[in-house]
């Protein structure tokens, strides 16, 4: 016995005797300010325009590690229980212990156990040097000197404030959980300010053994609270909480969660910090009507800013594909281009009457699909055409065009000939255009927006589609919408599209295996919700627009009138309208000169 206690007194005062006669000094450690600024989180955080969180997505799948923490938004609890559990005379040595040391020595020895007796500055030092870092053999007697030399100059460089607080960020709990704010929001769905003194027990019996078994844990944690000062928490509720809390692999998670597919366009790097054009309330407002609607297996909406492209809301629910920038068939949606383009080049107005008959198409036309096949509805004016969507119209009108010139329009929208090509996004972005008196601007989540636009169509051009696409005030069969006879709005849709423009946003929506009534339904319920928050009243018209209201004559009062229209795909002007009562419409002209 006398032998086993010379020999532990010996390597204590080898020790200190190598640490006090050495010249050479211990390797450099980095300062604090340089520690908190290398700290990253193993997360990156989308924002909404106004700073509030969107989404969290973690980025380093090794491990679990929040933000940094300063020590004055720690509660008090964790820092009495952690010098309790891991250092009682923190604030009195001088980075060494040597007082715990030689009683660490003694049980060592005379029981035969494995009692540390590293500081909370010796463990530190640690963990910023991964040399000195302990493993399961144990360190060596150079490594544990080198460790004591390192904790010294600690604590000459560093406040035992600022060694407390690094300690507590970088330590691993349990798992893979390193740093308290990870461990405290995945154990306890708490922030570290929030702490009790229960939490705080087990969290610093963690350290002791970060994978132990939860009963050993409330064992240990139990101790902890045993030695803090009065009220003590109670070892039942202790014990229970740790079999609770422990059970499972520990995950953070994060209570705000609405925009996952903004989230992995934009998140690339651990740490991130990301202010987007999203907002939070259109955000939330989307993706609340999308949920609850159980019509639609699948289903996405985008929001577009009229005057600048800035995605306000990016919403995709229902399975893993985003379907806002997947390719999908958007039919008669191209519509509003093929007519802008004839008023362009002044083969239309508002007014003019086109065939709506059905088309004889043969095999290998190379005409779009969805043209195609269109049932009788004799004679209709451009307006009813395209506010209706009506399919043979648009391909004689699209005939009229040369080709060229039609594909070059789509290109300088962003949009492609090709029917199946094109997405909930980029049809939304073209739609944009029109109602920005036609400047293209492309779509994106920089707050203001690109600083770049180009002029696809004469303004005087986009301001008569955007008036024939106008419609009247939202009417749907859901009794709680509710909209005032001014606001304004214009919708296009086909089977699975619904594309709209309010005076301030472009509203695009998306469902699969739905109703078209339905979806119409849901657009409406969603502007209804957009149009509450930002009154939307209808544009004025441009001065140098002509606006009058046209009356088509019966042919049975004037015999032998027969206007022909410079377009071959329109045989009269004058034909009897067999849909109209009294043979009679009464249109409105849109046209420029």
């Known amino acids: 016995m006398r032998a086993s206690i010379k020999i532990a007194s010996g390597r204590l005062l080898l020790l200190q005797t190598l640490l006090i006669?050495?010249?050479?000094?211990?390797?450099?450690?980095?300062?604090?300010?340089?520690?908190?600024?290398?700290?990253h989180s193993s997360y990156a955080t989308l924002l909404d325009r106004n700073g509030e969180t969107l989404q969290t997505l973690q980025l380093d799948r090794s491990i679990q590690r929040l933000p940094w923490v300063t020590l004055q938004d720690l509660s008090p609890a964790i820092q009495d229980a952690l010098l309790v559990s891991e250092d009682r005379r923190f604030f009195q040595h001088e980075g060494v212990d040597w007082r715990a040391m030689a009683g660490a020595a003694w049980e060592n020895l005379v029981h035969n156990t494995h009692r540390g007796a590293s500081t909370l500055t010796m463990q530190l030092a640690g963990l910023l040097d991964p040399t000195l870092t302990w493993s399961a053999g144990g360190r060596t007697y150079k490594q544990k000197w080198e460790q004591i030399r390192a904790a010294r100059q600690l604590e000459r460089h560093w406040s035992k404030p600022q060694i407390l607080e690094a300690y507590l960020n970088l330590v691993d709990f349990r798992s893979n959980l390193y740093g308290i704010n990870a461990a405290t929001s995945a154990l306890f769905n708490k922030t570290p300010s929030a702490l009790n003194a229960s939490e705080a027990s087990i969290l610093a019996a963690l350290l002791r053994g970060p994978n132990a078994k939860p009963g050993i844990v409330a064992e240990r944690a139990c101790g902890v609270a045993a030695r803090l000062h009065p009220p003590r928490p109670d070892c039942a509720d202790i014990t229970a909480l740790s079999l609770r809390q422990l059970h499972a692999q520990p995950k953070v998670t994060f209570a705000v969660a609405i925009a996952p597919e903004a989230a992995k366009q934009l998140l690339h790097t651990p740490g991130q910090r990301i202010v987007s054009s999203l907002d939070a309330q259109l955000q939330n407002t989307v993706l609340s009507d999308l949920q609850k609607n159980p019509m639609a297996t699948s289903a996405a909406a985008v929001v577009l800013d009229n005057n600048t492209a800035e995605i306000l809301a990016?919403?995709?629910?229902?399975?893993?594909?985003?379907?806002?920038i997947t390719a999908h068939p958007v039919d008669s949606l191209l519509q509003p281009f093929i007519y802008g383009l004839a008023i362009e080049q002044k083969l239309l107005t508002a007014a003019t009457l086109l065939d709506n008959t059905a088309l004889p198409i043969a095999t290998d036309a190379t005409y779009p699909d969805y043209m195609m096949n269109t049932p009788v509805h004799a004679w209709v004016s451009v307006r009813t055409a395209l506010h209706a969507g009506l399919k043979a119209p648009a391909l004689r009108v699209l005939n009229m065009l040369p080709r060229a010139d039609y594909g070059e329009?789509?290109?300088?929208?962003?949009?492609?000939p090709a029917d199946e090509s094109n997405t909930l996004l980029t049809i939304a972005n073209a739609y944009q255009a029109i109602v920005d008196n036609g400047l293209y601007r492309p779509a994106s989540f920089h707050v203001a927006g690109l600083n770049k636009s180009q002029r696809v169509m004469p303004a005087k051009v986009a301001a008569i589609i955007s008036n024939i696409m106008t419609g009247q005030p939202l009417d749907s069969r859901n009794p709680e919408i509710n909209i005032n006879a001014n606001d304004y709005y214009a919708l296009n849709t086909n089977a699975q599209y619904a594309v709209g423009f309010t005076a301030n946003y472009t509203i695009a929506l998306w469902m699969d295996d739905t109703d078209p009534t339905d979806m119409i339904d849901a657009w409406q319920r969603i502007t209804h919700e957009i149009i509450h928050l930002h009154p939307a009243r209808a544009p004025q018209v441009p001065s140098n627009l002509v606006i009058r209201n046209v009356h088509f004559i019966p042919l049975s009062k004037r015999p032998g009138w027969n206007y022909s229209c410079r377009a071959q795909s329109i045989r009269s002007f004058l034909?009897?309208?067999?849909n109209s009562p009294n043979n009679i419409v009464s249109l409105t002209s849109v046209s420029y000169h």
């Open 21 to 39: 006669s050495s010249h050479v000094h211990a390797a450099a450690l980095p300062s604090f300010q340089k520690v908190r600024a290398q700290h």
């Open 314 to 324: 990016y919403v995709n629910v229902g399975n893993n594909v985003n379907n806002i």
């Open 409 to 416: 329009r789509l290109r300088l929208l962003g949009l492609h």
């Open 575 to 578: 034909h009897p309208l067999h």
